[in-house]
């Protein structure tokens, strides 16, 4: 029997917030049937209209509250919710440590399997906010004016921003100082229903500590007219800009950057620091977004690691070298392994400025040479893996279990890929010890997790 579904669109109906959902909507029931409701905390009661229905769940907005959580932070900025810039910000930081907390130990539970393996206390920062070290703002017209913003969450609709609460203040002014720069030269930026427009998205990083800032205009053509003046105007108008690069993105998808890469100004590079060693970070390198918390995910690593002299340790997904350049003091040799071949130009430049020669870099998919090395007989003491969301596939966990390391430390941005991983870990005689969640993202529900296998 094919089972109703309790509500349709634009009803209008009261629940109890029960849970949040993996990004953070809290989850209110009718007869089962859940709604997911943004800027709705469990303990709240709402009144919420139905915008969407599917099969198995509805999404709903607030219209007005019942009871109010105390997790509860007055003064919301609607937008920060409504594009996914922060849509934690509504909750208190103590209770979004908590509920990133909660989050993986029922992932570990439910997924991994794991009913004794302890979830401590989420580390989380001081200040959790302006943190971001990179923006990727998107460009489009709105009302015949060219705007910077975010798009709406599951949409293309841009929300005119200025501040973004949780990037770099530096970031959000050179933003702000570009925007009539762009107009005085007349710019056009990207219309992506009648593919005309040129100027489709500006990415900006920072060094947290150098604050060198790298600009790079992500265009649809080759060709931005008067482009010499427009990046002199922005270089005497924006402080600390050492770099500037064009990236050429003829293609019609949703991928930042794209393929072809130009210099327009200064470096290829910026530079910044993590642990005391100088890193160099082109514009297609992939670099830890906050910095200040990726020195705590860092230092987390390397002491559950508990690194010998003696050690062989092999970092993999190892991006610009960050992790294996920070602990190659400490032990006889590291050897980094990442898939992007500029993250590993760059990590090799890294090991030599600071004058580090104990590592060695290859590029590759870890998978592939992971065999390559298990062949050759490598035997490492530790291994570090650091994979992105999609975590790693089986015949890498088998061949780095074959390797037979002490320890293997397992650093995630995506706790149900973590677990699954774990599992397959334990079946092949890898048991984690403890997780410990590290807030690189605060604001948002993105949870980063460290926990070190052993046999
Ligand atoms: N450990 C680094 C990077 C972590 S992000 C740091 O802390 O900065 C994950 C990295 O894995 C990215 O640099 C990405 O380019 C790389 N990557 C993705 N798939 C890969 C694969 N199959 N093999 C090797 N590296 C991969």
Known sequence: MKKEIPVTKND????????????????????????????????????????????????????????????????????????????????????????????????????????????????GMEVPSKYRNKAQIPVRKLNDRLEFGFFRRNSHDLVPIEDFYIQEPE????????????????????????????????????GHYTNQLMIVLVTKKKKIFKIGEICKAIVEEVPNVSSMIQSIHTENNNVILGKEFVRLYGDEFIEDELLGNTYQISAKSFYQVNTKQAECLYQEAIDRAELKKTDVVIDAYCGIGTIGLSLAD??????????????????????????????????????????????????????????????????????????????IVYISCDPATFARDLKLYADLGYQPDYVQPIDMFPQTSHIECVTVLKK
């Not at 303990?43 to 219209?63: D, P, Q, S």
């Not at 910000?89 to 009913?115: C, S």
């Not at 002014?173 to 489709?200: C, M, S, W």
């Not at 390559?372 to 530790?382: A, T």
């Open 171 to 206: 970031i959000d002014a050179a933003l702000i100082a570009i925007k009539p720069i762009l107009e005085r030269f007349n710019v056009k930026p990207y219309d992506e229903k009648n593919q005309t427009g040129n100027l489709k998205n500006i990415v900006i990083r920072k």
């Open 330 to 407: 400490k032990v006889s040799k590291v050897y980094g392994v990442e898939v992007v071949s500029d993250a590993i130009e760059d990590a090799k430049k890294n090991a030599e400025i600071n004058h580090i020669e104990n590592v060695e870099f290859e590029v590759g998919k870890a998978e592939y040479v992971f065999d390559k090395w298990l062949e050759e007989e490598m035997k490492p003491n530790v291994i570090i893996v650091d994979p992105p969301r999609k975590g790693l596939s089986e015949s890498f966990i088998e061949a780095s279990a074959k390797m037979n390391p002490e320890k």
């Open 12 to 123: 209008k109906v009261w629940v109890v917030i029960e849970d949040l959902t993996h990004d953070g909507r809290g989850v209110g029931k009718v007869d089962y049937y859940p709604i997911f409701i943004e800027n709705a905390i469990p303990g709240e009661e709402v009144e919420v209209r139905v915008l969407k229905t599917t099969k198995k769940f509805a999404y709903g907005k607030v219209l007005q509250w019942k009871v109010k959580s105390e997790n509860r932070v007055e003064d919301v900025e609607s937008d920060w919710i409504r594009t996914g810039i922060a849509p934690l910000h509504h909750m208190t930081y103590d209770a979004q440590l908590q509920f990133k907390q909660n989050q993986v130990e029922k992932v570990i539970h439910r997924i991994g399997g794991f009913d004794s393996v302890e979830v401590k206390a989420t580390k």
